[in-house]
């Protein structure tokens, strides 16, 4: 099975996922979206309220706040994939319980798989903690971690800027430092290195040469 098809595959499995408590509330699962081939994936948190309504990732005044922030990255939301470490609303957009992520953990698990990325940016606590073990995203937010093969990049999360404005400037120049790890420039921070991945919580919410997408919602 191709690799596209096998993330239709996982899409399918989440839009029907009863796993966790979460399934009862939401009135549609956010599997992510973007191509089926990316250099970048960003990880949030969870569906807020106009992702679920929507199915989306990053729909509502989060989604317009990180739309401009990759601008400034000089990327486009059709060249990355975007998705969140559980795929259902928590209720009140409350913070994902333990057995949550762990309902979730293989479904990320997969996509990360598949997608292959050469860089992870996780966007807030939650999604930090899957990779960075202790971390404290007040001390390593915009800061690059060699995770097996992979670059790991923590940003504060989009919305987290929204509730406390001071933290907008901050996720500006991440996302400009981003640009910069991008283009392949002088490193922006000493490469941190990074325990394996696991899935431990922390604190926290058309191209045509391009890849085919799989914003089949």
């Known amino acids: 099975m191709s690799d596209i098809n096998q993330l239709r595959t996982i899409r399918e499995e989440i839009l029907h996922c009863q796993k966790c408590p979460l399934a009862k509330g939401r009135k549609n699962a956010v599997p992510g979206e973007g191509p089926s081939s990316v250099d970048v994936m960003f990880i949030g948190e969870g569906p807020g309220y106009h992702e679920n309504q929507q199915g989306k990732p990053f729909v509502g005044q989060a989604g317009m706040f990180l739309d401009e922030l990759l601008a400034s ?27 949550e992520l762990a309902a979730c953990a293989h479904y990320l698990d997969e996509q990360i798989a598949l997608l292959d990325p050469k860089v992870i940016v996780t966007l807030g606590r939650f999604s930090m903690a899957k990779f960075i073990e202790n971390g404290k995203i007040t001390q390593i937010h915009g800061k690059s971690h060699q995770v097996g093969k992979r670059l ?63 914003s089949l919602f």
């Open 73 to 99: 990255a000089d990327l486009k939301r059709e060249e990355v994939f975007i998705t969140n470490v559980v795929k259902c609303r928590p209720p009140d957009n409350r913070d994902p319980m333990p057995e």
């Open 152 to 214: 790991v990049v923590t940003m504060y999360h989009p919305a987290a800027a929204l509730h406390q404005p001071a933290l907008r400037p901050a996720l500006i120049e991440d996302f400009s430092k981003l640009r910069h790890l991008l283009a392949k420039e002088e490193p922006i921070e000493p490469k941190v290195e990074a325990p394996a991945p696991e899935t431990k919580p922390g604190k926290q919410e058309e191209n045509p040469s391009l890849p085919e997408q799989l």
